[in-house]
Every structure is written in structure tokens, then in C-alpha cells.
């Protein structure tokens, strides 16, 4: 049906529409021509505003023949100044109408210009799958083109929507999608950008050579009027090395009007969400503080499932003939887990679960080496290597000799001409040129294929075998195959935590000989710990020109330990130039060493406000040692209200260990009137290590009383002398699971004392499955678990039990 919109006074000619869009004309690039697409949306305007042309001219202070140069046909693009004065009458964006006729003087010109210099390009050029929005399914006549169902919107869209409104109207916006695997969070954002496309807007999506680097290198190139793409934003903002210098980027983009309107966009699992946003305890560094602040207000969450009035949108599409939407009903329309069926997770998930042993094993592996923090490409051959002890021993036997073929070709099969559960990528290699030449170390590509676990099957792995420790063949296979140094650290790093300390004492050798610097700052302290110093000096200074400053920072202790003053302070200087808050406490010690106290407290507040939490403890203790508690008591209330509340545990233990316990219990007290109580369990605790047992048990009374009823660290105690050991241990992984580790040394003393050995070493087992043993064992007893030829001197790092 037509309809006509006629201008109230001498409008050069009628503009017709249909529902389906413009009706051609005589002159059909004239009227989609840019110039046209502006004139029809001040045409548009006038027409709601119910205005004419010369109450327009008055309004706006414009001539009547420059408002009919504007609104004519033929005529030449319109100033950005007549622009901008016919938007503001007509309440129209400006930068909307200024970018309309940018792309209208372009195009007059010959050419249509696009924003120079910043990354990306124009949405409309881009393949939603190519920014990894899953496909629904295939063509039915071609098994090659990959489509898209119908979408339906729900809650979240709405938020996006929103957000798409504010950059049309010129601010800058940030809105990070959060749900589980293959809720749709991907898809939503794609849906949600194609009004921009529109409208010109460019899509960047920065992933080469990796994700974080290439971000880290262009985001201050960005563009105005561009979405920056950051799907899967682990990647970007919890890379350890610069996911915080990403963080403070993204910031800087968003909060500098000069450089919009941009929109970022990004998605994350759940279980990195809360890792961005978990305050850490006092005393524990703070990874993510950037992170924290960026995504704070800036996140929605995706759900799980389609609501009722999702699955009816759905059901409708689908009897308008949407034949994918149609089948994913079929299977997903009673648990409403419609968008994960189109995404082929419950296949999947079955795939797994009632695949053959070999196919389970090598799933298994492939989940382990994820969790555990290996890269998302996995090597065949460690893979094949790591699948072994996976396998029963009758499982094994029956292995036919082309068992792994069978098996990778059996996951390699598309889950409903989608996803496969385990197939081969091929990562493209880096373009970009080396910043400074290639260090000795630099990693070498692995031999063989390369494999990816399907994100469904990743995340079900982390959590349905979190507690499970990989048996020996996976970290003999690691140890055989890897070449990435991050891999290599990563998995150092966890059997370390798993009580693997062979394993992660030889892991974490490759990681450094491959070039990771955290790593060879770690072997470096073995070497320190066997009289080695000049190996470790060795690997301190790799470190360091690897671009790792705790490099020089550790350099400068040894030369303070030698009473180097000179040295030391020179490497301290270097190290806090580079970026370590920890060496410019390093130099007030140096400070203090020399009596300038006023010196040294400069420099340990620089220190804390450069992010050193230890920093407020130690200038702490130095007012207490030079006798001046007042002062060190005043440090631990601004600490404490600084968010380091660990000074007052620290200044109870001090003043205990000298003899003044009334004084310990009043400064353990005030912190409990504020809420903390862990300065008075500390005390308990210390108290009966010194076997003070009147003391320790006063300290554990004035805990309880100060919490208002028995603390969990008690009711654990309770169940351990009740004789429910497993209870007791049950809830002492629990608050170890939150940050305090010390009610499972509690449980510890307590077997030792009634010679509990079977208990004491199902403890053990039972801590190092859940990744607590290292807390657990303490730092002066775990740092000599390891004798010097990598043997393990604790009766639990044996490979039986995972």
C-alpha cells in the first residue's frame, strides 16, 4: 500500500514509499545516492516536525535560499555548518547528519571515502562467521555455505539495542555479553551492529598475530564511528602479560570524546567474568584491578535458556518456514536450550559420552590440557602420547594398531554439519615484524597437526573434572611434545599445585629453555637454593632482556645481599623504571638501611600507589621498630581502609613476638571491630605453633566472639575432634577454596598429634586434588620439597591416585 508524505509549502517534488522499501524511479541512483539519503531524512524531519521551510529558515538563522539549496534535488551538498543548524531545529544527531553528508560530498566527488588510518572495515564486508558467530546448519543443496537461522530476540538484545542508539547519537559505549558456551552471545552482537553497517559504520577485529597483540598494537589507531570486535575477550583482557595495558586502552578509547563514537564489544564465559570482577583478598596480588573497573556496569548476562515468550518467537519463525529453528525445537523446545542445540552442544556432549575409550581418552586429554591452561591449538602427537593412561588396561589391549586414525577421523565428524568435537586448525603464522631482534629461546613450532577442543566440551571439561588430576602420560607426553612457552609454564604451574613437583621441576626447565621469562625466574631460585648463583644470575638477566623486570628486581637482591648498596640500587632502579612496583620497595629498604627514614617512606608509598601491597606492611614495620607504634598503628587503620587490611595481622604478630600480648590482642581486636577477625585467628594459630596453648585459646575465644558465633575455622575443628574427618575435611576445602588455607594446616597438626597417618594422608590427597597442598604445606616447607636433583622429597608426589 502507498503512501504519500507531502511538504506543507513548495517542496520540489513528492517523496512515495512502499512497505517494502523506496519505489524505483526514473532516476534510481539519484535517489539511493547518499545525497538523497540525507535530503530524505531532513525531509523526514520537517514533516514531524510539522514545520515549513521558512519557519525553518527562521529558526535556524539560515537564508530561505540556502534552505532551498539544502532540500533540492539537484542542488550541491550542504555545508557541515548549514548541517548542523537544520539538526539542531529538526532534532536530528549531528553526527549522524554530518556523517550523511560527509558520505554525500564523497560520493559527488567520485568516490567514496572511507575513514583513513584506523582499523577494520565496513560491517557490510564482513561474514558473521568470520568474527565466530556459529553457524545454525548447512545448506540442504550445498554442504559447503554455511547459514544462519532466524533470530529471536530476547532480554539482552534490548540492552544492546540500547547501547546501538547512544553511538548513533555520538557516545562512546562498552557492553560485554556474558553467559556459558553457545548461548547466542556472538550471534546477539552481530544482530545488534547491522543498523550501524547501515549507516557506515567499520567492524575491527583484531587478532593477528594473536588477539592480545594485535589489539594492544592498533587500538590507539581506532577510528571514530567503529566497533571494536572482542569475542571470546579472555583472550584480550586476561592475557597476562598486557590484558591490563588492553584494559587501560579500552578505557582511554571510551572516555575520550575526541576519539568517538565507538562501541566495543565483547563476550565472556562465566567463570571469567567472576575472575575479572572477584576482589582478591588482602595481601594477594590483584591481576585484574583494570579489567575490574573497565567491564564494571558494562556487562549483561545471556541466559541459559529461552523463556516462553522466546520459544513462542521461535515456534513462529518456524512456521513461517525457518526449517533450522523448526529442527533445533524439536530436540530443545522442552529444556529451552534452543540456541546450544543449534550450536551442536547436547551432539557433543554425546559424542563424548558414549564414544569409544580411545575417542573418550583423547577428549579427556584434550579437556585436561585446556583447563590446565595450554593454548586453544593442541598438538596430535601430545595428544596421542597423553591418551595412554587415560585407557583401562583392557581398553588398552584391545587397541587395534590403527586406533588413533580411527579415532581422530571419529571426531572429526561434524555434529549436525556443524562443530566437530576435536578437529584440525591451522593458525595463520604472525605478519607482524619483531619489535627487537628474536631471543635464543623463541619457540619452535610443533611437528604434526594441530587440534581444537569444541568450546562446549572445553567448558564441560573444566567443570566435570576440576578435581581430577591428569595421570602420568599426559605429563610425560607434555614434556615430550610442547614447544609453546606458555603451554609449558602453564603446565608447570599446575602440577605444581597438584603435588606433581617432578613434573613441574622438569616442565618448567623446557618452559625456560624455550624463552618464557616467569619460567626461567623460577628455575632461577632453584639454582639460588642449591648454590648455583652464578646459573641463576644467568637466568635472572635472560629474564630480564625476555622483558620480564622482576629479572632486575631479583638481580638487585642478590647484589643486597652481597651489600652491594650501589649495585642494588641501580637494578632496583631499572626494575621500578620497567614497570615493577615491588623494586621501588626494594630501593626504601635500601632507604631504611641507611637511617633515612623520611626517604624510605617516600618511596614506599610510591611503591603502594604503583600497586605493591606489601609496601604499607613494611613502612608499618618500620615505624614499629623505630619505636613508633602510634605511627605503625596509623599505617594499619590506612591501610587497612586502603584495602590491605593484613598490616594489623602483621603488627599483632610483632608485638606478640616481643613479649607484649595484651597489646597483640587490643590491635588483633580493633581490626575485628571492623569487621576482620583473621588478625585474632592468626594469633590463635601462631600461638599454638609456639605451644602457648592459654594464649591461642584466649585469641580463639575473642575470634568467636567477635564474629558473633563460632567461625567456620572453628566448626571445622568441632567436626575433626567429633571423629567426622570427612566432614571436617569437606569443609575445610571449602574455605580453602575462598582464600584461607590455614584450617587445613589446623586439620594437619591435629592427625599428626593423635598419629592419624591414614588420615593424614588422605588429607594430603584430597588437598593436592583440589590445588591446595602448596598453600596448604606452606612457603618454607614446599620450597624444600624438591631435593636438587628434581626428586621428590614428600611421600604424596607419586603418580598413583589421579
Known amino acids: 500500500m502507498m503512501f504519500a508524505v507531502v511538504q506543507p509549502d513548495d517542496d520540489e517534488h513528492w517523496r512515495t514509499h512502499t512497505a517494502g522499501g523506496l519505489m524505483p524511479s526514473e532516476e534510481p541512483d539519484r535517489w539511493h545516492s547518499p545525497l538523497a539519503k540525507l535530503r530524505d531524512r531532513l525531509s523526514?524531519?520537517?514533516?514531524?516536525?510539522?514545520?515549513?521551510?521558512?519557519?525553518?529558515?527562521?529558526?535556524?538563522?539560515?537564508?530561505?535560499?540556502?534552505?532551498?539549496?539544502?532540500?533540492?534535488?539537484?542542488?550541491?551538498?550542504?555545508?557541515?555548518?548549514t548541517v548542523v543548524a537544520l539538526a539542531?531545529?529538526?532534532?536530528?544527531?549531528?553526527?549522524?547528519?554530518?556523517?550523511?553528508?560527509?558520505?554525500?560530498?564523497?560520493?559527488?566527488?567520485?568516490?567514496?571515502?572511507?575513514?583513513?588510518?584506523?582499523?577494520?572495515?565496513?560491517?557490510?564486508?564482513?561474514?558473521?562467521?568470520?568474527?565466530?558467530?556459529?553457524?545454525?546448519?548447512?545448506?540442504?543443496?550445498?554442504?559447503?555455505?554455511?547459514?544462519?537461522?532466524?533470530?529471536v530476540r530476547r532480554t539482552h538484545d534490548q540492552v544492546l539495542a540500547d547501547s546501538v542508539s547512544k553511538v548513533m547519537e555520538g557516545c562512546s559505549r562498552m557492553l560485554v555479553l556474558v553467559g556459558s558456551s553457545s548461548t547466542g552471545k556472538t550471534r546477539a552482537c552481530w544482530e545488534a551492529v547491522q543498523p550501524l553497517g547501515e549507516t557506515g559504520w567499520r567492524l575491527w577485529h583484531p587478532y593477528d598475530p594473536t588477539r592480545a597483540e594485535a589489539a594492544l598494537a592498533d587500538l590507539e589507531h581506532v577510528a571514530p564511528r567503529t566497533v571494536v570486535w572482542l569475542n571470546e575477550a579472555q583472550h584480550y583482557l586476561g592475557d597476562p602479560l598486557v590484558g591490563e595495558r588492553i584494559a587501560a586502552a579500552l578505557h582511554s578509547l571510551l572516555t575520550d570524546?575526541?576519539?568517538?563514537?565507538?562501541?566495543?564489544?565483547?563476550?565472556?564465559?562465566?567463570?571469567?567474568?567472576?575472575?575479572?570482577?572477584?576482589?582478591?583478598?588482602?595481601?594477594?596480588?590483584?591481576?585484574?584491578?583494570?579489567?575490574?573497573?573497565?567491564?564494571?556496569?558494562?556487562?549483561?548476562?545471556?541466559p541459559d535458556t529461552f523463556d516462553q515468550a522466546a520459544l513462542g518467537t521461535a515456534a513462529t519463525l518456524a512456521q513461517d518456514g525457518d526449517w533450522l529453528l523448526a529442527d533445533a525445537l524439536t530436540r530443545a523446545g522442552a529444556d529451552g536450550r534452543v540456541a546450544q542445540d543449534l550450536a551442536g552442544a547436547p551432539e557433543l556432549l554425546r559424542r563424548y559420552q558414549h564414544g569409544t575409550p580411545a575417542v573418550r581418552a583423547l577428549l579427556e586429554g584434550a579437556m585436561d590440557a585446556r583447563r590446565l591452561g595450554m593454548g586453544l591449538n593442541l598438538p596430535q602427537s601430545f595428544l596421542t602420547d597423553a591418551?595412554?593412561?587415560?585407557?583401562?588396561?583392557?581398553?588398552?589391549?584391545?587397541?587395534?594398531?590403527?586406533?588413533?586414525e580411527a579415532a581422530y577421523a571419529d571426531l572429526a565428524r561434524p555434529v549436525h554439519g556443524r562443530q566437530v568435537p576435536l578437529g584440525r586448525t591451522n593458525p595463520r603464522p604472525p605478519r607482524r615484524p619483531p619489535i627487537g631482534p628474536p631471543a635464543d629461546g623463541t619457540a619452535?613450532?610443533?611437528?604434526?597437526?594441530?587440534?581444537?577442543?569444541?568450546?562446549?566440551?572445553?567448558?564441560?571439561?573444566?567443570?566435570?573434572?576440576?578435581?581430577?588430576?591428569?595421570?602420568?602420560?599426559?605429563?610425560?607426553?607434555?614434556?615430550?611434545?610442547?614447544?609453546?612457552?606458555?603451554?609449558?609454564?602453564?603446565?608447570?604451574?599446575?602440577?605444581?599445585k597438584m603435588g606433581r613437583l617432578q613434573w613441574a621441576h622438569h616442565l618448567r626447565l623446557r618452559a625456560a629453555e624455550a624463552g618464557h621469562p616467569a619460567a626461567m625466574i623460577k628455575v632461577a631460585w632453584v639454582r639460588q637454593r642449591v648454590g648455583d648463583e652464578e646459573g641463576a644470575e644467568s637466568l635472572f638477566w635472560q629474564a630480564a632482556e625476555a622483558g620480564d623486570p622482576r629479572g632486575l628486581?631479583?638481580?638487585?637482591?642478590?647484589?643486597?645481599?652481597?651489600?652491594?648498596?650501589?649495585?642494588?640500587?641501580?637494578?632496583?632502579?631499572?626494575?621500578?623504571?620497567?614497570?615493577?612496583?615491588?623494586?621501588?620497595?626494594?630501593?626504601?629498604?635500601?632507604?631504611?638501611?641507611?637511617?633515612?627514614?623520611?626517604?624510605?617512606?617516600?618511596?614506599?608509598?610510591?611503591?603502594?600507589?604503583?600497586?605493591?601491597?606489601?609496601?604499607?606492611?613494611?613502612?608499618?614495620?618500620?615505624?614499629?621498630?623505630?619505636?613508633?607504634?602510634?605511627?605503625?598503628?596509623?599505617?594499619?587503620?590506612?591501610?587497612?581502609?586502603?584495602?590491605?587490611?593484613?598490616?594489623?595481622?602483621?603488627?599483632?604478630?610483632?608485638?606478640?613476638?616481643?613479649?607484649?600480648?595484651?597489646?597483640?590482642?587490643?590491635?588483633?581486636?580493633?581490626?575485628?571491630?571492623?569487621?576482620?577477625?583473621?588478625?585474632?585467628?592468626?594469633?590463635?594459630?601462631?600461638?599454638?605453633?609456639?605451644?602457648?596453648?592459654?594464649?591461642?585459646?584466649?585469641?580463639?575465644?575473642?575470634?568467636?566472639?567477635?564474629?558473633?558465633?563460632?567461625?567456620?575455622?572453628?566448626?571445622?575443628?568441632?567436626?575433626?575432634?567429633?571423629?567426622?574427618?570427612?566432614?571436617?575435611?569437606?569443609?575445610?576445602?571449602?574455605?580453602?577454596?575462598?582464600?584461607?588455607?590455614?584450617?587445613?594446616?589446623?586439620?594437619?597438626?591435629?592427625?599428626?598429634?593423635?598419629?592419624?597417618?591414614?588420615?593424614?594422608?588422605?588429607?594430603?590427597?584430597?588437598?593436592?586434588?583440589?590445588?591446595?597442598?602448596?598453600?596448604?604445606?606452606?612457603?618454607?616447607?614446599?620450597?624444600?620439597?624438591?631435593?636438587?636433583?628434581?626428586?621428590?622429597?614428600?611421600?604424596?608426589?607419586?603418580?598413583?591416585?589421579?
Not at 591418551?387 to 588413533?404: E, K, V
Open 444 to 496: 619452535v613450532p610443533p611437528a604434526g597437526p594441530l587440534l581444537r577442543l569444541a568450546d562446549y566440551l572445553e567448558q564441560y571439561g573444566r567443570t566435570a573434572r576440576r578435581l581430577l588430576c591428569p595421570p602420568a602420560s599426559f605429563w610425560h607426553s607434555a614434556h615430550l611434545h610442547l614447544t609453546h612457552p606458555g603451554d609449558l609454564k602453564s603446565l608447570a604451574e599446575s602440577a605444581e
Open 553 to 802: 628486581k631479583f638481580l638487585g637482591q642478590i647484589r643486597e645481599g652481597a651489600r652491594d648498596w650501589e649495585g642494588a640500587e641501580a637494578l632496583y632502579r631499572r626494575a621500578g623504571d620497567a614497570g615493577d612496583p615491588d623494586a621501588i620497595r626494594g630501593l626504601a629498604r635500601l632507604r631504611e638501611r641507611v637511617g633515612d627514614l623520611e626517604g624510605a617512606e617516600v618511596l614506599y608509598r610510591q611503591a603502594a600507589e604503583a600497586g605493591d601491597s606489601d609496601s604499607m606492611s613494611d613502612l608499618m614495620m618500620m615505624r614499629e621498630d623505630a619505636g613508633d607504634r602510634e605511627g605503625a598503628e596509623a599505617i594499619a587503620r590506612e591501610s587497612t581502609e586502603a584495602g590491605f587490611s593484613l598490616c594489623f595481622t602483621i603488627l599483632a604478630q610483632m608485638r606478640d613476638e616481643a613479649g607484649d600480648p595484651e597489646s597483640a590482642e587490643a590491635v588483633a581486636r580493633e581490626a575485628a571491630d571492623g569487621g576482620d577477625i583473621s588478625p585474632l585467628l592468626d594469633l590463635w594459630r601462631d600461638r599454638l605453633d609456639a605451644g602457648n596453648l592459654e594464649g591461642a585459646e584466649s585469641a580463639f575465644r575473642q575470634a568467636a566472639e567477635a564474629n558473633g558465633g563460632p567461625t567456620p575455622a572453628h566448626l571445622a575443628r568441632n567436626l575433626e575432634e567429633a571423629g567426622d574427618r570427612e566432614g571436617a575435611e569437606t569443609l575445610a576445602l571449602q574455605i580453602a577454596d575462598a582464600g584461607d588455607f590455614y584450617i587445613l594446616r589446623d586439620l594437619e597438626r591435629m592427625r599428626v598429634e593423635v598419629g592419624d597417618q591414614e588420615g593424614l594422608d588422605a588429607l594430603y590427597r584430597h588437598a593436592a586434588d583440589a590445588g591446595h597442598l602448596r598453600s596448604m604445606l606452606g612457603r618454607e616447607r614446599w620450597k624444600h620439597g624438591l631435593d636438587p636433583d628434581g626428586s621428590p622429597s614428600s611421600p604424596w608426589d607419586t603418580e598413583e591416585g589421579h
Open 88 to 151: 539542531r531545529v529538526l532534532g536530528l544527531p549531528e553526527v549522524e547528519v554530518l556523517e550523511l553528508r560527509r558520505r554525500a560530498a564523497a560520493h559527488q566527488d567520485g568516490s567514496v571515502a572511507e575513514h583513513a588510518g584506523g582499523p577494520g572495515r565496513p560491517i557490510e564486508q564482513w561474514d558473521p562467521h568470520d568474527l565466530e558467530v556459529h553457524p545454525s546448519g548447512v545448506s540442504a543443496t550445498a554442504s559447503s555455505v554455511r547459514m544462519l537461522s532466524g533470530y
Open 257 to 302: 570524546p575526541s576519539l568517538g563514537p565507538v562501541l566495543i564489544l565483547g563476550t565472556l564465559w562465566p567463570e571469567y567474568a567472576n575472575q575479572y570482577t572477584a576482589i582478591p583478598r588482602p595481601g594477594i596480588p590483584d591481576p585484574h584491578s583494570r579489567v575490574r573497573e573497565l567491564i564494571a556496569g558494562r556487562t549483561v548476562t545471556v
Open 387 to 404: 591418551a595412554a593412561d587415560y585407557l583401562a588396561d583392557n581398553d588398552w589391549d584391545q587397541l587395534a594398531n590403527d586406533w588413533t
Open 44 to 81: 523526514d524531519a520537517l514533516a514531524l516536525k510539522g514545520l515549513t521551510k521558512t519557519q525553518l529558515a527562521a529558526r535556524s538563522g539560515l537564508s530561505r535560499t540556502t534552505i532551498q539549496e539544502a532540500f533540492r534535488a539537484d542542488g550541491v551538498v550542504p555545508s557541515p555548518e
